[in-house]
């Protein structure tokens, strides 16, 4: 599978596109996006610190907001709402089972604007230790499957690719990029997809963008506690005078030429069919990787405190399919030791319900 990008791009790699209206329909003091930033991936390829040398050339106090694993329709719909109120878009990066399960949501988030991006089939846990050519597939076959979810649409999926838990290797990234993908990374996160409770996600979120002064932010749409945080988060970056840039494409959306048919089932021994309603279970099982990755991206000065996040009595579980996914999320993830790094927790922050 290779991407055809369209037309010419700055040698720096990206063109900042003009700033888009400032006008919110129903909220005149919405946060909005102050701009676009294009980019092409032959020109940038890699992108992020937490896994790259390079990321996005942002002005001080701007941040660009990125959600992985979903479409998750419980969260996805209310984390869509959020934005949509205060005009602000950010970019998607779609697991492409769930694109298959969930093709309208896909849609619907192309509709609002968003950029979207590949994710991988089936988020496996290690995707740097599977075989090459299964990794591969799963880049692929997410990209049939997001492309198929937005063939009744006239939006494309963006050129850009973001490894399941940052895990990527040298030679998974000359593929990817080779494909006509940039790998997006990410420069700090608010490790949301850990059993924390919502201020502690929101207090991590501010106080690593705080330290940097801008970048790209990890966020999940797959877990209540970001969609409860997420107004709150907004509203604060426009009380603390940061903007959001929208990552797009350059020159338009790229159309990628696929091989083979977009139906085609990836190989058994890659396939991790997910529960209808939920994201695959082995997204909980990255999470390990993605702190190890967050506490270089948190500070330049070395942290004072790094307490272990405390564990909370998991909630009984609910009706709901996605619900129960959580549930197996959240017990993944307890088998994890997380040291949090370069921000100081309190265990008092916990008694929120992180769902």
């Not at 969260?75 to 969930?102: M, N, P, R, W």
């Not at 997380?338 to 100081?344: L, S």
Request: hydrophobic share 40%; charged share 25%.
């Amino acid at each position: 599978m290779r991407l055809i990008l369209m037309g010419g791009t700055l040698a720096a790699g990206l063109f900042v596109c003009p700033a888009l209206a400032a006008d919110c329909p129903g909220n005149p003091d919405a946060l909005g996006t102050s701009r676009t930033i294009a980019v092409d991936p032959a020109k940038m390829p890699r992108i992020g610190s937490m896994s790259y040398p390079q990321t996005l050339p942002l002005e001080p106090k701007e941040v660009v907001l990125t959600f992985d694993d979903g479409p998750q329709p419980k969260y996805t719909a209310q984390v869509l709402d959020t934005l949509a109120h205060e005009c602000v878009k950010a970019t998607f990066f779609i697991i492409g089972s769930l694109a298959k399960e969930y093709p309208d949501w896909v849609q619907r988030e192309a509709r609002a604007g968003h950029s979207i991006g590949d994710h991988s089939e089936t988020h496996p846990r290690y995707i740097d230790k599977i075989p090459v050519e299964k990794a591969k597939a799963e880049i692929d076959d997410a990209a049939r499957h997001i492309e198929s979810a937005l063939a009744p649409t006239e939006f494309k999926m963006a050129p850009f690719f973001r490894f399941p838990g940052f895990r990527h290797t040298e030679v998974l990234d000359q593929y990817v990029n080779k494909e006509g993908f940039a790998a997006i990374g990410a420069d700090f996160p608010a490790d949301d997809w850990t059993f924390i409770g919502p201020e502690t996600v929101l207090k991590r979120a501010l106080d690593r963008l705080e330290r940097r002064g801008s970048g790209i932010l990890l966020l999940h749409d797959i877990h209540q506690r970001t969609a409860t945080i997420l107004p709150r988060l907004l509203r604060e970056l426009k009380a603390r005078g940061y903007k959001v840039v929208q990552m797009v494409a350059a020159d338009g959306a790229p159309a990628p030429v696929l091989a083979g048919d977009a139906t085609t089932a990836p190989p058994p021994e890659t396939t991790e069919t997910a529960a209808k309603g939920a994201a695959p279970q082995s997204v909980a099982s990255t999470a390990a990787a993605i702190e190890t990755a967050s506490k270089a991206a948190s500070a330049p000065q070395p942290a004072k405190d790094a307490p272990k996040a405390a564990a909370a009595k998991e909630p009984d579980a609910k009706p709901s399919q996605p619900a129960v996914a959580e549930h197996r999320h959240i017990a993944a993830l307890r088998r994890h030791t997380t040291r949090q790094a370069e921000v100081k927790t309190y265990t008092r922050n916990l008694r929120d319900s992180p769902d």
